[in-house]
């Protein structure tokens, strides 16, 4: 038997962030209530036209600079014509002829290594409305129809469950860190199709590809691509893989399986025409600059740079970049000359601790990027303790007051050095017993002294100080 290898595509759907709809004023946001935010246009009233929101053609002509398209000289949409009960026009405001993108090629990182991957072509359309199902009716909530959607179809370049995933982990960052979606699956906001084929290694043409519609969740697209991969290849080895038909299915959480649709001809014939109401306009080159001055430098150039310029491990470069506004606020205080280790390590510790646990964001934080510092400064001065800052950057934080009001000669780190040595040698002549079996060998006695210095200091003896006149007077 031929050594078999998966070829795996994606199309990924993403909701875009605006106060409107793409084509409607009707309100763009999240709703549990069925059939709140809706406008006529949305319903396909007689007599409504569409009009195209600026902001989603903004938002998705960054996005399209950000996977290093080709953009398109001038911008128009298409009719895609269909019957199915969640799209009341009867067909769909999409693009075709005329995408926001194509032939993108981008990086992604799995397991430390990079792979590239190919884009065929990002678009912007309209989304459907939603339908939900009951044992014996069905019900229509339009709040979703008319949201603009980006559409994200990649070539068929991944060949693991693994790789597919780590592309819409990247991609849900992108569209993060470009504040052009919350991408969030739980909310409905990402969904994805999967096509998913098997052939002989050396082989010169795709296999039998097989598309599962509307999987939710990554968790889901993982589980779909191995059991379909899992599914093709024991027919292939059971010389049955003419079975392989080219279909659409559906992944089944309950069953773990992907359940038949429907057959599928090679193309659907859509009988694509341009959308009459909404004129066609130029992309300047004027505006297409502007946007790209708004794209941020994204989560993976950060983190390589973390790694290669400023020393971090891969596992804390990757927990600083996870979300913009805690990529900012480290290079804030680096902006502010603290070292990067010290800040990358009260981050991802104390601040992200802090904030997970309490449910805060970190621009919410009265501890900004320089009073951090402010606080690391007085460590590095000697001023106060490590155990003292920690202290500290609660109090600052929940009292809402500046670093330097909990400092003050009464917890202040005694770092003086006669002062020290006086203390030193206090304990040091009330420990006979001791200082005579320490110097007889028995050197595990070296934490009783510097706990005896604590003591007398009430812990604010400079440890490092203390350790140092120690080790020279027990000689």
Not at 101 to 116: R, S, W
Not at 130 to 154: C, K, M, Q
Not at 158 to 184: P, T, W
């Amino acid at each position: 038997m031929k050594e078999q290898v998966a070829v795996i595509g994606l199309e990924m759907h993403c909701e875009l962030k605006s106060n409107s709809k793409v084509f409607s004023p009707a309100r763009n946001s999240y709703n549990e209530t069925p059939n709140a935010n809706i406008a006529p246009v949305d319903m396909a009233f007689p007599g409504t036209l569409p009009v195209v929101n600026k902001k989603c053609v903004a938002d998705a002509l960054k996005m399209s600079m950000a996977l290093n398209c080709i953009q398109p000289e001038y911008m128009y949409f298409d009719r895609k014509n269909y019957y199915y009960p969640d799209l009341p026009k009867g067909y769909q405001i999409t693009q075709m002829e005329s995408p926001v993108g194509v032939k993108g090629e981008i990086q992604i990182e799995v397991n430390e290594k990079l792979i590239p991957v190919y884009i065929h072509d990002i678009h912007l359309e309209e989304d459907a409305a939603s339908l939900d199902h009951y044992f014996d009716t069905s019900t229509i909530d339009y709040n979703r129809a008319g949201v603009p959607l980006l559409e994200l179809v990649t070539e068929p370049c991944f060949h693991s469950a693994e790789e597919a995933v780590a592309f819409l982990e990247h991609m849900r960052d992108v569209y993060k860190y470009c504040d052009v979606s919350e991408a969030d699956t739980k909310k409905g906001q990402i969904r994805c199709d999967v096509n998913v084929s098997i052939m002989d290694y050396d082989a010169k043409e795709l296999g039998t590809r097989v598309e599962v519609k509307n999987i939710n969740s990554f968790g889901g697209v993982y589980d779909a691509i191995n059991y379909e991969i899992k599914r093709q290849t024991k027919l292939k080895e059971q010389g049955r893989y003419q079975e392989v038909e080219q279909e659409t299915r559906r992944w089944d959480e309950e069953a773990m399986a992907t359940i038949h649709m429907r057959s599928k001809v090679d193309a659907i014939d859509y009988k694509y025409f341009v959308e009459p109401n909404i004129p066609k306009f130029k992309i300047t080159k004027e505006w297409l600059d502007e946007l790209k001055k708004e794209i941020p430098r994204l989560h993976l150039e950060r983190k390589y740079d973390y790694i290669n310029n400023y020393g971090l491990s891969n596992y804390d470069a990757t927990i600083l970049v996870k979300e913009r506004a805690i990529a900012d606020y480290f290079e804030e205080t680096l902006s502010l000359g603290m070292d990067a280790k010290v800040a990358s390590n009260w981050i991802t510790t104390q601040i992200l601790g802090y904030i997970n646990k309490h449910d805060r964001e970190i621009n919410d934080l009265f501890l900004t990027p320089k009073r951090l510092k402010e606080l690391t400064d007085l460590i590095s001065k000697g001023t106060i303790s490590s155990k003292q800052a920690k202290e500290i950057f609660l109090k600052v934080i929940e009292e809402e007051k500046e670093v330097a009001e909990f400092v003050s000669k009464d917890n202040a780190q005694i770092s003086d050095e006669g002062e020290l040595t006086k203390i030193i040698e206090e304990v040091i002549s009330n420990s006979e017993a001791q200082v005579k079996e320490y110097r007889a060998g028995k050197t595990n006695l070296f934490d009783y002294f510097v706990g005896q210095v604590m003591k007398n200091t009430r812990g604010k003896a400079n440890p490092v100080l203390t350790k140092e006149i120690l080790k020279e007077k027990l000689k």
